[in-house]
């Protein structure tokens, strides 16, 4: 994040212009709070087929905090 932002000031572009991505495996999930500390807006969630719905169901109930 801080790099990110480091060089949106470099090429003159507002920071909060692009939105913080992460592409997060079911495994992760645990660490989503650190992840939005760090400026994470926006998660990708990754996992096997078929599809479990309980890690998105999870991530949807952290989402309401």
Request: with cysteine; charged share 25%; net charge negative.
């Amino acid at each position: 994040n801080d790099i990110l932002t480091q060089w949106c000031a470099k090429v003159g572009r507002y920071p909060l212009a692009v939105e913080r991505t992460f592409w997060i495996t079911p495994d992760l999930s645990g660490q989503i709070d650190d992840l939005l500390k760090a400026g994470v807006q926006h998660f990708i969630l990754r996992g096997p087929q078929p599809f479990d719905m309980k890690p998105l169901e999870e991530l949807l109930r952290l989402s309401e905090r």
